[in-house]
């Protein structure tokens, strides 16, 4: 029976493309309720009309029996900032009665959980984004020393990126900054595979967001999550 060990919900801010790595990556018996805000372009008003629609989202998946929500999509959550968006998922667990984070807040808490304080940051987005996502990681206390994006402009573009280019952009910056101790990744592509790849390749933790919303959502449940899924997610089990 799906979701004998608990449900999650994941309110993604555009389509969610199948088959999606989170699928691989769930324990057994853990279940997804899933809904999206219909983003279309990266632009304001598409993030504005998103922003009214998080409300909604939030009632449908838990009134499915979700017992955690995660918002996913980086540019949404960064345009709030660290402390306004942290703030606001206060007031959405308190409304929904389940806890609720972000897709960019679990992965600041889990780039903490691992000791960093200085990454690098790879990205699918615009300048404008990038460096909204360099204030937000700054507020929170993790100043990044470097970022770079590969400028798409809408979640369809980027969901068409190999993600083999995060790889090569993710070594292009640790190679630009070696005293970065981290790499966060911002996209909608499946990124596991690379993300597995690059931690035994260069040494450092590798943090993107479906991976720290797994993370965090495995935590609300009290289940452990498999055992190959990373340092972030091996953390739990250590």
Do not use: C
Request: proline content about 6%; aromatic content about 6%.
């Amino acid at each position: 029976m799906l979701g004998w060990r608990g449900y999650f919900g994941y309110v993604s801010p555009s389509t969610i493309q199948l088959p999606a790595e989170l699928q691989d990556m769930l324990p057994d018996g853990v279940g997804v309720i899933a809904a999206n805000l219909g983003v279309r372009a990266h632009q304001g008003a598409e993030f504005a009309r998103a922003q009214q629609g998080i409300q909604n989202a939030l009632e449908l998946v838990v009134g499915e029996g979700a017992q955690a929500v995660v918002l996913a999509g980086v540019p949404l959550a960064v345009r709030q900032g660290y402390a306004g968006e942290q703030e606001a998922n206060r007031g959405w667990s308190k409304q929904v009665g389940v806890p609720v984070t972000s897709g960019m807040a679990a992965s600041v808490d889990g780039l903490r959980h691992l000791g960093a304080r200085r990454p690098v940051v790879g990205t699918a987005y615009l300048d404008e984004i990038n460096q909204q996502i360099a204030a937000y990681l700054a507020e929170a206390g993790l100043p990044p020393v470097g970022v770079q994006g590969l400028s798409v402009r809408n979640p369809a573009e980027a969901g068409r990126i190999a993600p083999t280019a995060f790889y090569r952009l993710a070594r292009d910056l640790l190679d630009a900054h070696p005293n970065a101790d981290a790499i966060f990744l911002g996209t909608r592509s499946n990124l596991q595979a690379v993300t597995l790849e690059l931690e035994r390749d260069l040494g450092v933790p590798v943090i993107h967001g479906t991976q720290a919303a797994l993370w965090w959502a495995l935590r609300q449940l009290r289940v452990m999550p498999r055992p190959e899924g990373g340092r972030l997610l091996a953390s739990a089990r250590a």
